[in-house]
Structures are given as C-alpha cells and as structure tokens.
T-cell receptor, first 114, second 110 residues
Framework: ETGVTQTPRHLVMGMTNKKSLKCEQHLGHNAMYWYKQSAKKPLELMFVYNFKEQTENNSVPSRFSPECPNSSHLFLHLHTLQPEDSALYLC?????????????FGSGTRLTVV | ELKVEQNPLFLSMQEGKNYTIYCNYSTTSDRLYWYRQDPGKSLESLFVLLSNGAVKQEGRLMASLDTKARLSTLHITAAVHDLSATYFCAVGDRDDKIIFGKGTRLHILP
C-alpha cells in the first residue's frame, strides 16, 4: 500500500447509527487532516492533527469525533448524524515544517445519511 | 485571516483554445499549490510553487507564482477534453495549514 488509504469508499447510514471512517498514510508524514466536501461548501477543513495532537477543530459539531492513535492512522467517528452531513469526506496528510510540499489526499469516503 | 480567491469559478471553453485561471490571496505566503479533482474523485497534486517567480509546466498546464502581487496563474495551452476537471488553488498559511480556494470548474467542449 502506498499513499493515503481511506475506508470505506462508500457508506450509507441512518441517523441513529454509529460508524467510523478510517484513514491510513504510508508516506511517513507527521500531520493528518479531515476535510468535508459538499456541493454547498467546496472544501471545509474539519480537524488537524500534528504529531498525533489535535491542533485545530473548526467548530465541528460533536457528532463528529476524531481520533489519531499514531501518526499513520486517523479515524472519524460518526454518531447521530443529520442528512446535511451527507458529503465526501477526505483525509489528507503532509510533512509539516520546512519540507511541506502540500497535502496528499486519500480517495475519500462518500457518506450518505438517510 | 488568509483568504484565497479563484476566478473564474466556472469556465467552458473550446478544445484548442488557451485560457488562464487566476488565484489571488490576501496575506503573505511563499507556498502555493494547484490541485486537480475529477468528478467523484479525490484531489491530485499538480504543482507546488515555493518561491517568487516560480514557474512549473506539465504538458499543457503551466503554473506561476508572483508573491509580491499575491497572485498565481494556471495557464492552459491548446486545451483538450481530458483536462476537464475542477482545479483548486491552495495557499500555505501559518502552522502548516493550507487554505483552499473554491475551485474552478473547467469544461472543455470538443
């Protein structure tokens, strides 16, 4: 495996369900990110993790809960979501610091809340 | 607060024509990125521009950066249908964050 891998690729969940999105990076990067992409707002930064520590939470509702157990793995735990949370969720990683050549994105998880 | 503006947001053009997408940003930065996104797919890195006057080219696409004007351009030469996609400009902010523009949806007509 190379690059940034996200699973699952597609997810349909009811508003009372609990599910998790998984992201794994094989690039040796030290920072990871969750983005939400919807038709209304092209790219919304949700969470930033630097060296496993959360450094940014962009006023994301508590029904989204991130977890970063190590610098290679990032999760997004979902519970009691709303239909407006349906979107493409993208994970990205980067090498924070002098050699930041930008983000490498995963393929995304297409989430539909019914 | 760093803001990134792209224009146009939507561009429909004929094959064989040339066009330019503009990216303006509001505060000083020396890191600028261009990404491509195909419908339903993820973002693919196209160019990384790290200094004033940087110019990079890949096929029919050429990107440049003017940090004094806070402006980057993505120039398309002799467009072909395969270049139809959404192009995002992104600018490096403090704390290693990258701020994205709204994207330019490019539609190239045969």
């Amino acid at each position: 495996e190379t690059g940034v891998t996200q699973t699952p690729r597609h997810l349909v969940m009811g508003m009372t369900n609990k599910k998790s999105l998984k992201c794994e990076q094989h690039l040796g990067h030290n920072a990871m990110y969750w983005y939400k992409q919807s038709a209304k707002k092209p790219l919304e930064l949700m969470f930033v993790y630097n060296f496993k520590e959360q450094t940014e939470n962009n006023s994301v509702p508590s029904r989204f809960s991130p977890e970063c157990p190590n610098s290679s793995h990032l999760f997004l735990h979902l519970h009691t979501l709303q239909p407006e949370d349906s979107a493409l969720y993208l994970c990205a990683s980067s090498q924070a610091g002098v050699f930041n050549y930008g983000y490498t994105f995963g393929s995304g998880t297409r989430l539909t809340v019914v | 607060e760093l803001k990134v503006e792209q224009n146009p947001l939507f561009l429909s053009m004929q094959e064989g024509k040339n066009y330019t997408i503009y990216c303006n940003y509001s505060t000083t930065s020396d890191r600028l990125y261009w990404y491509r996104q195909d419908p339903g797919k993820s973002l693919e890195s196209l160019f990384v521009l790290l200094s004033n006057g940087a110019v990079k080219q890949e096929g029919r696409l050429m990107a440049s950066l003017d940090t004094k004007a806070r402006l980057s351009t993505l120039h398309i030469t002799a467009a072909v249908h395969d270049l139809s996609a959404t192009y995002f400009c992104a600018v490096g902010d403090r704390d290693d964050k990258i701020i994205f523009g709204k994207g330019t949806r490019l539609h190239i007509l045969p």
